[in-house]
């Protein structure tokens, strides 16, 4: 059983950056590959970035790429998603996922999730 806690979200003007944190509860975090996803009113959840077991490898969506980075601290039980030059587009409830094993990039695919938190990016 893994628990997720995310912080971090908050108010942003249009080019601001926030850091997202997901704190993880268990032993055995580093077995677990970690994503983020977005769900905006109205809208699916959606796909936002992945990081592998080790953090040697990351993947991203194309809306984001270049903008975001994910990393993780598998001695702190813990994934950051660093956001940079915010866009207005950006603005969503955002979650933190995990799932045992390799990486995917499908909500369905993933085990255990946090409550989400709120980033809103004013234009």
């Known amino acids: 059983q893994v628990q997720l806690v995310e912080s971090g979200g908050g108010l942003v003007q249009t080019g601001g950056s926030l850091r997202l944190s997901c704190a993880a509860s268990?032993?055995?975090?580093?077995?677990?590959?970690m994503a983020w996803f977005r769900q905006a009113p109205g809208k699916e959840r959606e796909f936002v970035a992945a990081?592998?077991?080790?953090?040697?490898?990351?993947y991203y969506t194309d809306s984001v790429r270049g903008r975001f980075a994910i990393s993780r601290d598998n001695a702190k039980n813990t994934v950051y998603l660093q956001m940079n030059s915010l866009k207005p587009e950006d603005t969503a409830v955002y979650y933190c996922?995990?799932?045992?094993?390799?990486?995917?990039?499908?909500?369905?695919?993933?085990?255990?999730w946090g409550q989400g938190t709120q980033v809103t990016v004013s234009s």
């Open positions: 996922s995990a799932r045992y094993g390799s990486t995917r990039s499908t909500p369905s695919q993933y085990d255990y």
């Open positions: 268990g032993r055995t975090f580093s077995s677990y590959a």
């Open positions: 990081i592998s077991t080790t953090g040697g490898s990351t």
